[in-house]
């Protein structure tokens, strides 16, 4: 019996988040919008809009849903799926915010893949999820954080530091 080639939803060497970004494009032209116009809808940068058509950055989750909406794209499920990570998007951003004040200078993840920038809002809504490290021992809150770290390119924090400084449920503000 012969095999099947796998089915795939993109292109030959296609990334997701260029592909995402060439649907938004022929949508735009499709709707006969300037990349201008689009941005001016949703409140943001003609670059950020070339950006994100390119295959170089999301927009912020705010102009995104805007964007879906105008486009009507919002019937595809992986723009479903993508427009219901917005909360938990926007739950890493406020991580995010607490851990540049914490190392004392601004982290971000937008210089990551799609795909690990996705990896890294999963893992930090899980560490927030799992009531801020309260329902996880000391040493494995711990390991969960220096994961987080990692994203970041921060070094990671020891046992020690962790539960004099950190402690589990400091993040509960987030």
């Not at 988040?17 to 689009?38: D, N, P």
């Not at 009507?72 to 607490?98: C, I, K, N, S």
């Amino acid at each position: 019996m012969p095999s099947e080639a796998p089915l795939s939803i993109l292109p030959a060497g296609a990334s997701v988040l260029s592909h995402l970004g060439q649907q938004a494009q022929a949508r735009r032209h499709l709707h006969k919008l300037s990349r201008k116009a689009l941005a001016q809808l949703c409140q943001c940068s003609p670059s950020v809009l070339d950006d994100f058509e390119h295959g170089k950055r999301l927009p912020s989750p705010a102009a995104l849903e805007t964007l879906v909406e105008r486009l009507g794209l919002d019937d595809q499920p992986v723009w479903q799926t993508l427009l219901r990570a917005r909360e938990h998007y926007l739950m890493a951003l406020a991580f995010q915010e607490l851990l540049s004040e914490m190392v004392g200078k601004p982290v971000t993840f937008e210089a990551l893949d799609l795909t690990s920038r996705l990896s890294a809002v999963e893992a930090i809504r899980l560490f927030l999820s799992r009531g801020h490290g309260l329902d996880m021992t000391l040493h494995q809150a711990c390991a969960h954080f220096n994961t987080l770290l990692t994203f970041y390119g921060e070094r990671p924090v020891t046992v020690a530091f962790y539960r004099y400084f950190l402690g589990n449920g400091n993040f509960a503000t987030v």
